[in-house]
């Protein structure tokens, strides 16, 4: 009787050393792809954005539509929310359309009076006000609308923070789906 708990081990061996070999392997090509895997999810996440962007701005008809890429590497740059600047550009410019002409500064940067800051292009000025946004705010603390709001515009921070928390929650309904 001792012989046949040998001839079912022996049986069952193969299939154990193949299931053993076959989740080795698995487990190795898992962890050498997960790199890649990971790179190919932030591209499409950053793919989704800059297609919400420009459909977002499709439906103000605005100029700015062309810099929706710019708008997610900036944001990516300085570690801003990716809907911060364009909500901005558009509670102070109406997305662009209403501005200082020649000025390519749609979020209001700089202009005081009669002083106002000029930007060569709007890529120029996204990345300055960007780059302004992490220095002068995000540095301090002040990482939100609700945040950022008496600083960036105190005569009427209440209406900005109204006006950029809409359009914050307009980018978020946008349907880029074709």
């Not at 950053?46 to 499709?58: G, N, T």
């Not at 708008?71 to 990516?76: D, Q, Y």
């Amino acid at each position: 009787m001792p012989k046949k708990p040998i001839v079912l081990q022996a049986s069952v061996l193969p299939l154990i050393a193949a299931i053993v070999i076959s989740s080795a392997t698995s487990g190795i090509t898992l962890k050498e792809s997960s790199p890649d895997l990971k790179l190919e999810q932030i591209k499409a996440e950053k793919v989704e954005k800059i297609r919400s962007l420009e459909k977002f701005f499709d439906g103000y008809t605005s100029p700015l539509k062309a810099n929706s890429k710019t708008f997610v590497e900036v944001a990516e740059k300085y570690g801003l929310d990716y809907r911060l600047l364009p909500a901005i550009s558009c509670m102070e410019s109406s997305c662009g359309k209403l501005l200082i002409e020649g000025s390519y500064n749609p979020f209001g940067w700089g202009i005081y009076g009669n002083q106002a800051i000029y930007f060569k292009d709007y890529d120029e000025a996204i990345d300055t006000v960007g780059k302004g946004l992490k220095e002068n705010y995000l540095a301090r603390g002040l990482n939100t609308p609700e945040k950022i709001a008496p600083i960036y515009t105190p005569p009427n921070h209440v209406n900005w923070l109204n006006g950029v928390t809409f359009f914050i929650k307009k980018i978020n309904t946008v349907d880029y789906s074709i």
